[in-house]
């Protein structure tokens, strides 16, 4: 009877040490998703929240500055790799041909986020300036213009120095392979290497010219519906749609 006793004990140990774990277990995962929830909410609380056209402006440059910079140094990682040799320049073709890929991705996604910061501009002058003072407003919006025009020209020459950079290095290089290969060879790589550049160079100035355009619409929407006393920034440039 006790040997009956003892295993019926055991085994009610067993069942409840079981719904322990299971509440234990079922208690991270509420954690966990708590945790997931809280990370999301502070990268939310994270975005900038501008509070002067100083700031949004400093914000304009700086990321034109930064992204700018990276595009240089990740090519210039690969050419330190090429090191001025005609072989490894072959070698590293698919790499640049990304690289230029991923210029013209990086370019676009700078020119979404340079109409956000305009944007930002325009609805700061909303809040701190209203519609109503029309000298007040007229000045603030065509400072907004004066930066992000500022902002996009200048980003139009970091690229295009950087891409004008890139043609001389790998003529240099190809050239250098005359002396080592037939001439049809290096011709034929020196042709692929400028049709790489011509397009590439033309894909950015297309990028540029697209959101310049784009730009300058948001502006003259702002400006025409400012002036008739609208202020609903979304509204005006279509944001809601």
Same mark, same amino acid.
């Given at each position: 009877?006790?040997?009956?006793?003892?295993?019926l004990?055991?085994?009610?140990?067993?069942?409840?040490?079981?719904?322990?774990?299971?509440?234990?277990?079922?208690?991270?995962?509420?954690?966990?998703?708590?945790?997931?929830?809280?990370?999301?909410?502070?990268?939310?609380?994270k975005?900038?929240?501008?509070?002067?056209?100083?700031?949004i402006?400093?914000?304009?440059?700086?990321?034109?500055?930064?992204?700018?910079?990276?595009?240089?140094?990740?090519?210039?990682?690969?050419?330190?790799d090429?090191?001025?040799?005609?072989?490894?320049?072959?070698?590293?073709?698919?790499?640049i041909?990304?690289?230029?890929?991923?210029?013209?991705?990086s370019?676009?996604?700078?020119?979404?986020?340079?109409?956000?910061?305009?944007?930002?501009?325009?609805?700061?002058?909303?809040?701190?300036?209203?519609?109503?003072?029309?000298?007040?407003?007229n000045?603030?919006?065509? *400072?907004? =213009? /004066? $930066?992000? @025009? #500022?902002?996009?020209?200048?980003? %139009?020459? &970091?690229? +295009?120095?950087? !891409?004008?950079?890139?043609?001389?290095?790998?003529?240099?290089?190809?050239?250098?392979?005359?002396?080592?290969?037939?001439?049809?060879?290096?011709?034929?790589?020196?042709?692929?290497?400028?049709?790489?550049?011509?397009?590439?160079?033309? *894909?950015? =100035? /297309? $990028?540029? @010219? #697209?959101a310049?355009?784009?730009? %300058?619409? &948001?502006? +003259?929407?702002? !400006?025409?519906?400012?002036?008739?006393?609208?202020?609903?920034?979304d509204?005006?440039?279509?944001?809601?749609?």
């Amino acid at each position: 009877m006790k040997r009956v006793i003892a295993i019926l004990l055991t085994l009610i140990m067993v069942f409840c040490f079981a719904s322990c774990g299971d509440v234990s277990q079922g208690g991270t995962t509420s954690n966990n998703t708590t945790k997931a929830e809280n990370v999301t909410k502070e990268k939310k609380s994270k975005a900038k929240k501008f509070t002067s056209f100083d700031e949004i402006r400093a914000a304009m440059e700086e990321d034109e500055v930064n992204t700018a910079t990276e595009m240089k140094e990740k090519i210039t990682k690969i050419n330190e790799d090429i090191n001025e040799d005609y072989d490894a320049y072959i070698s590293a073709l698919p790499q640049i041909e990304e690289w230029y890929a991923y210029a013209l991705k990086s370019a676009q996604d700078y020119y979404a986020r340079l109409r956000e910061y305009a944007i930002d501009y325009y609805k700061l002058i909303v809040k701190e300036i209203g519609v109503n003072n029309y000298n007040d407003w007229n000045k603030a919006v065509k *400072d907004c =213009y /004066d $930066a992000w @025009d #500022d902002t996009i020209k200048d980003f %139009y020459k &970091d690229w +295009d120095d950087l !891409y004008k950079d890139i043609y001389r290095e790998y003529d240099s290089v190809i050239k250098d392979g005359y002396d080592l290969y037939n001439y049809d060879q290096v011709s034929d790589a020196w042709s692929d290497m400028y049709d790489l550049y011509d397009d590439g160079w033309s *894909d950015m =100035y /297309d $990028a540029y @010219d #697209d959101a310049w355009s784009n730009l %300058y619409d &948001d502006y +003259d929407d702002i !400006y025409s519906d400012f002036y008739d006393g609208e202020d609903d920034v979304d509204e005006i440039l279509g944001l809601n749609e």
